[in-house]
């Protein structure tokens, strides 16, 4: 059972435009969302989170959305630029599981085109 | 500051066959996770330790184990390896206050043949 789902297994941008990046979650009991980016022969590196108490959060050229009635949250970058392009993920923990466990969508390829 | 040190980068075994995989946490950051990503797969959680404790398990079998040290690092252990056992396993610390942040190693590369 897929806990958390992104859907678009890959997305190509302009350079300079916005990319926006799509989780979707089904477990209610998730308070705390993170996006993580990873190069390849790279772990993933953390990028931004978001408190399930909030519904965005920003850094820099990071934007992330969330709408917890929808069970979906977003993470916007603009502008796009070429050092973007990697595998970004979605993952979700819950306090109430008495640990730190992340769950992991399966990712989104990101490509900027110059 | 050094970031999560795993170590081998890259592992072959074979079917049978055990393997350890060490990881260092960034100073000051007292709880490890291990992780194990298939290809096309996100990161699933194995093992959680803090503190010297075991604090979380995931859904893999009694062949996967795992410990840490005094000084917060950390082994994974596997035992009687199958070929589904080969992935890229990844060990994440946190810094107590921000728990759920997780910052990642590069990962070791298991192959087994």
């Known amino acids: 059972d897929q806990q958390v789902k992104q859907n678009s297994p890959s997305l190509s941008v302009q350079e300079g435009r916005i990319s926006i990046l799509n989780c979707d979650y089904t477990?209610?009991?998730?308070?705390?969302f993170l996006w993580y980016k990873k190069y390849p022969a790279e772990g993933p590196t953390f990028l931004i989170s978001?408190?399930?108490?909030?519904d965005k959060n920003e850094d820099g050229r990071f934007t992330v959305f969330l709408n917890k009635s929808a069970k979906h949250l977003s993470l916007h970058i603009v502008p796009s630029q070429p050092g973007d392009s990697a595998v970004y993920f979605c993952?979700?923990?819950?306090?109430?599981?008495?640990?730190?466990?992340?769950?992991f969508g399966t990712g989104t390829r990101l490509t900027i085109i110059p | 500051d050094a970031g999560v040190t795993q170590s081998p980068t890259h592992l072959i075994k074979t079917r049978g066959q055990q393997v350890t995989l060490r990881c260092s946490p960034i100073s000051g950051h007292k709880s490890v996770s291990w992780y194990q990503q298939v290809l096309g797969q996100g990161p699933q959680f194995i093992f959680q330790?803090?503190?010297?404790?075991?604090?979380g398990r995931g859904n893999f079998p009694d062949r996967f184990s795992a410990r840490q040290f005094p000084n917060y690092s950390s082994e994974l252990n596997v035992n009687a390896l199958l070929l589904g056992d080969s992935a890229l396993y990844l060990c994440?610390?946190?810094?107590?206050?921000?728990?759920?942040?997780?910052?990642f190693g590069q990962g070791t590369r298991l192959t087994v043949v």
């Open positions: 978001i408190s399930s108490i909030k």
């Open positions: 477990n209610s009991m998730f308070d705390y």
């Open positions: 993952a979700a923990s819950a306090r109430d599981f008495g640990n730190e466990k992340l769950t």
């Open positions: 994440a610390s946190s810094r107590p206050g921000s728990p759920q942040e997780a910052f």
């Open positions: 330790y803090y503190e010297k404790e075991e604090r």
